[in-house]
């Protein structure tokens, strides 16, 4: 992938604003461990380096530490048995681990790179990845959704200066993984979506560039829908091309919007909910897809079903709110929504607009019947049941998901729409 070639097609963007990335090299293609030490001297990446991982991740890069030595690096491995949620206890620990080294490698995907950005970003450290699977879209991405006390937030994170995938390794990568990434990546859909309707009514920051790169990354998945579990490198060459893509998007749309809507933060929200229970959630790319969908059926609804001439100030049962997320998450809840996030908008902003927001949202959207035929053909999960989330925990995370970002989201404006939702008919057939 030509890094400086996409940044200098950015150059003197129309939105107003400089594009710049932290990245040297994305490199993908077949038989590439087998270069890792090259790719990462040629790119400055310290020798002395943390490698982190746990026994899947390294088990999928068979031989990378053998390597990196025989390539004159000098490592420190950190092994977990099997990460799958980011805890910030797992970020001091890195943090900790990094007072030795120059630069930190993440071997693997998903809460790995995660903890390791955000730790190297502390520890003011390089920070690179090799990929093990094409599980997820935050590759590329200068943010972690990093877990404390339960309870999930996004922090200002490094950005790798190296990505490297085999396609050997990362079409050999467990179905369930690659359908995953196909999971997130649809969800591009929700949060592009929900980036238009916030610059609408509020003025936020969007560029139309940033945006196309997240919808031609959205476009070349979709295409590639019935060959996502297919062993084929040619094909999670492409996804992971795509993946990384949208976390290059993020980083220069300067937030998250590029990439994340409501469906994230309901994905969030039934996370923290098990966890707080002592239960591990399913893969991340699985639970957005099937939040996706939700969402997706939610806000068709909603624009079905509003009437402007009701639209009025919210009026929030703030007590209902904190019921929903518990005696644990209150303090959280408060925080995120002093102030309001939809003090930045109003009655009369959300009327003027309505006719294109219904247009976004009932005509760029797909139909719930498409976009559930994609992904079965993708193999990802579509139900509830698929992601060991009960019913009653995917309805109060459709409803109440909302409070838990100082984010707009079409979901947050329900109670100025003044619409009736009837959450259960969005996990029909869930």
């Not at 530490?65 to 099997?82: H, N």
């Not at 970020?91 to 900790?96: G, K």
């Not at 949060?191 to 997240?214: F, M, P, Q, R």
């Not at 919210?314 to 007590?319: S, T």
Request: charged content about 25%; proline content about 3%; overall charge negative.
């Amino acid at each position: 992938m030509d890094i400086r070639k996409l940044v200098a097609g950015l150059k003197n963007c129309p939105c107003g604003r400089e594009h710049s990335v932290d990245i040297k090299a994305v490199e993908i293609g077949s038989g590439l461990k087998s270069r890792a030490a090259e790719i990462l001297k040629e790119n400055g990446f310290p020798s002395r380096a943390l490698v982190v991982a746990d026994r899947n991740t390294l088990n999928a890069a068979d031989g990378i530490l053998g390597v990196l030595t025989s390539g004159g690096f000098d490592c420190t491995l950190k092994l977990y048995d099997d990460l799958r949620t980011a805890h910030m206890r797992d970020v001091d620990d890195i943090t900790a681990l990094c007072r030795d080294v120059r630069g930190v490698l993440s071997v693997g995907s998903g809460s790995l790179n995660d903890i390791c950005r955000l730790a190297a970003f502390r520890a003011d450290k390089a920070f690179a990845i090799f990929a093990t699977a094409p599980s997820m879209d935050g590759f590329a991405s200068d943010t972690a959704p990093i877990t404390d006390n339960n309870f999930k937030f996004s922090y200002p994170a490094r950005q790798p200066s190296v990505i490297i995938g085999d396609t050997k390794i990362l079409a050999a990568a467990p179905a369930e993984l690659k359908s995953a990434g196909f999971g997130d990546m649809i969800a591009k859909c929700i949060g592009l979506a929900d980036w238009k309707l916030s610059h609408l009514i509020t003025g936020e920051y969007y560029c139309e560039n940033v945006a196309a790169i997240t919808q031609t990354a959205f476009d070349r998945v979709v295409s590639l829908a019935g060959r996502v579990t297919d062993n084929d490198e040619e094909t999670a060459g492409a996804i992971m091309e795509a993946l990384v893509l949208t976390g290059l998007a993020m980083k220069l749309g300067y937030s998250v919007r590029p990439a994340s809507g409501a469906e994230h933060v309901v994905s969030h929200f039934w996370e923290i909910k098990k966890l707080e229970q002592g239960l591990t959630s399913d893969f991340h790319g699985k639970k957005v897809g099937v939040a996706t969908l939700m969402v997706n059926r939610l806000y068709k609804q909603i624009c079905e079903n509003a009437d402007p001439a009701k639209f009025a100030p919210e009026r929030l049962d703030w007590e209902k709110i904190y019921a929903a997320y518990g005696e644990s998450f209150i303090a959280d809840v408060k925080r995120m929504n002093n102030p309001t996030v939809t003090q930045e908008t109003s009655v009369e902003r959300i009327r003027e607009n309505w006719g294109e927001i219904c247009r976004i949202m009932l005509e760029e959207l797909p139909s719930d019947g498409k976009l559930t035929a994609l992904m079965k053909k993708a193999g990802a999960a579509t139900t509830l049941e698929e992601i060991s989330v009960p019913r009653e925990l995917g309805l109060l995370g459709l409803e109440y998901h909302p409070y838990m970002r100082n984010r707009i989201l079409l979901s947050r404006l329900v109670p100025m729409l003044n619409v009736d939702v009837i959450y259960s008919d969005l996990i029909r057939n869930c």
